[in-house]
């Protein structure tokens, strides 16, 4: 059997410590930021997406980055998600509100008046309170277009004997239909207790 000696056992515990010290650490200088000021243009590209998601501590897949991307950049000539109107010092306050009711990951916003140029939400908030302030606001959902799922289930009552049975084996495939994260697919297995094959949809939310 492995064993520590005391000194060994102390230099570990003083390892995790500086761990996890460290991770909080970063965390706190690291607090994930749910808006992102961007300009019109860098936002219709896969580039802008992705920096927002980084600000949040998200990764996504490209094809991922490029969606949110195209769509963005579809609602150009269109009304957005969100048209922001509201006073200077408002502005992250009200972007935020809008992001949580809407149940994205986050939330990127841009000055439809001027597209070539990044907002400064900072030089906004400075801006003499009776100040009108009018920006668009795009929320993104970071979730895959298609999940795939594998589900195994052991026969508990012979696991407490030690032994390892199945019980029954299921496959699934959901396809994204709502931006917000719901999926429908199918699901399929085997039940090896009752010897016979199964399939269903599957909807998820």
Do not use: C
Not at 26 to 55: D, I, R
Not at 91 to 97: A, Q, S
Not at 117 to 125: D, G, T
Request: no cysteine.
């Amino acid at each position: 059997m492995f064993s520590l000696t005391k000194r060994q056992a102390l230099i570990l515990l003083g390892v995790l410590i500086l761990f996890v010290a460290g991770w909080f650490t970063w965390q706190h200088f690291h607090q994930p930021q749910p808006v992102t000021a961007e300009s019109q243009q860098q936002a219709e590209t896969a580039a802008g997406v992705e920096l927002a998601a980084k600000n949040v501590h998200i990764n996504m897949l490209q094809s991922q980055l490029d969606e949110a991307a195209q769509q963005i950049a579809e609602l150009k000539n269109k009304p957005p998600d969100t048209i922001i109107k509201t006073v200077p010092v408002e502005v992250i306050k009200t972007v935020e509100v809008e992001r949580q009711k809407s149940g994205a990951d986050f939330a990127i916003v841009a000055d439809p008046k001027q597209p070539d140029k990044q907002v400064n939400l900072k030089e906004i908030a400075k801006l003499p309170a009776d100040t009108s302030v009018t920006l668009n606001q795009y929320n993104v959902f970071a979730y895959k277009k298609v999940i795939r799922g594998v589900n195994v289930y052991p026969d508990l009552s012979k696991a407490v004997q030690g032994k390892f049975k199945l019980d029954e084996v299921t496959a699934d495939v959901s396809r994204r239909i709502t931006k917000d994260g719901k999926y429908i697919g199918i699901v399929a297995g085997y039940d090896f207790n009752h010897n016979h094959a199964k399939a269903g949809i599957r909807y998820s939310f």
